[in-house]
């Protein structure tokens, strides 16, 4: 069984494709939106329901940065 993660076919097998490549999915929380948290640690956030045309070659593009970056801080608290 495998989990939704958006309405759009394109954005959910981007999501897809992070979770399997070791990234953890979050479900909305206080937030509007779900998280998906880098290996490192750097979360970003991502529509359910992409309005703009680009948003998977954007979520693409800032999943690449962030992995890229150092091992970010935890936080405490």
């Known amino acids: 069984m495998s989990k939704h ?6 954005m959910h097998a981007a999501i897809a494709s ?7 999915h979050q479900t909305k929380g206080r937030g ?3 998280k998906v948290i880098a290996p490192n ?3 970003m956030s991502y529509p359910l329901t992409p309005s703009d045309w680009r ?8 999943a690449a940065r962030l992995a890229a970056l150092p091992r970010g801080k ?3 608290g």
Do not use: C, E, I
Not at 5 to 10: G, M, T, V
């Open 41 to 43: 640690g750097r979360a």
């Open 74 to 76: 935890s936080r405490q």
């Open 32 to 34: 509007k939106h779900p």
């Open 18 to 24: 992070l979770v399997r490549d070791g990234w953890t």
């Open 5 to 10: 993660f958006s309405s759009d076919k394109d």
């Open 55 to 62: 948003a998977v070659r954007n979520l693409r593009r800032d």
